[in-house]
Structure formats: structure tokens, C-alpha cells
């Protein structure tokens, strides 16, 4: 079951360019399904009935790993972000190659086993909109 679409105007506005963005990721790699489209909470340690001051939008995709996924993320995905302005870091460890990266307080991230089995994971997070009228 897919939670409720997003229901706050100004969170859509930062949401659906990053989707774009992902969703385009993820076609690099094959058919994707969605795992994760939900509003979350940006600030959890608020006390308990006191309505959230702001939200971001998380969306992630998995994808079939393919024999060459890691040389298409790094000769094509990551020069084709940088390109267009994200900042990249490698996370990469033993078990997988990993990159993150962040624009306009907007992260994603994509993940791959080193030995191509599992799925490519493609997610991320939209920045912070407040959900009160800030003065």
C-alpha cells in the first residue's frame, strides 16, 4: 500500500523536480519499482502534539542490478550530476559503490553492490519546507 500523495503546495514545488531527477537516475539502470513516496517530518524532537515546523519529501527506487551498472553509474550518472551542478561524494566501501549528493539542500544517493547482484538503490530527500509562517 502507497501512502497518501503529498498534501502541502509548497513541498510538491521542491518534490517534483528532484522525482524527475531521480526517476531519471533510475532509468539509466533498467525498470524501477518505488519503494519509499512519502511527506516525512523534518523535525522529530519536537514534543509530542506539537505540529511539525516543517516537512521534506523522500523517494526511493530500486532497480534490477545489470552486469556494468557500477562503470554506467560512474561514466555516465556521476559526470551527468556534477554536470548539472550536484555535489558528489563517494561512499563507496568494500561491499559497495556508493554516491551521495546534495543541491539546493536536497540529497540523493545511489547504492550498488560491488558484485552487481541486488538491486540499484536510487533515493533521496527533498530540502526542509517549513509548514509555519516564519517572520
Same mark, same amino acid.
Given at each position: 500500500?502507497? !501512502?497518501?500523495?503529498?498534501?502541502?503546495? !509548497?513541498?510538491?514545488?521542491v518534490a517534483a523536480p528532484l522525482r524527475a531527477v531521480l526517476d531519471g537516475i533510475a532509468a539509466h539502470f533498467g525498470e524501477s519499482r518505488i519503494s519509499r513516496d512519502e511527506q516525512m517530518e523534518c523535525d522529530p524532537f519536537r514534543p509530542a502534539g506539537t505540529p511539525s515546523e516543517s516537512v521534506r519529501w523522500e523517494y526511493n527506487l530500486r532497480v534490477a542490478a545489470a552486469p556494468g551498472a557500477i562503470e554506467l553509474l560512474l561514466t555516465e550518472v556521476v559526470p551527468a550530476l556534477v554536470a548539472e551542478g550536484w555535489r558528489s561524494t563517494d561512499r563507496s566501501s568494500d561491499a559497495e559503490v556508493a554516491y551521495q549528493f546534495q543541491r539546493d539542500g536536497a540529497n540523493l544517493g545511489v547504492h550498488i553492490a560491488r558484485d552487481e547482484t541486488g538491486d540499484v538503490v536510487v533515493g533521496g530527500s527533498s530540502r526542509c519546507v517549513p509548514t509555519t509562517q516564519q517572520y
Open positions: 500500500m502507497m !501512502p497518501p500523495p503529498i498534501d502541502f503546495e !509548497p513541498l510538491t514545488a
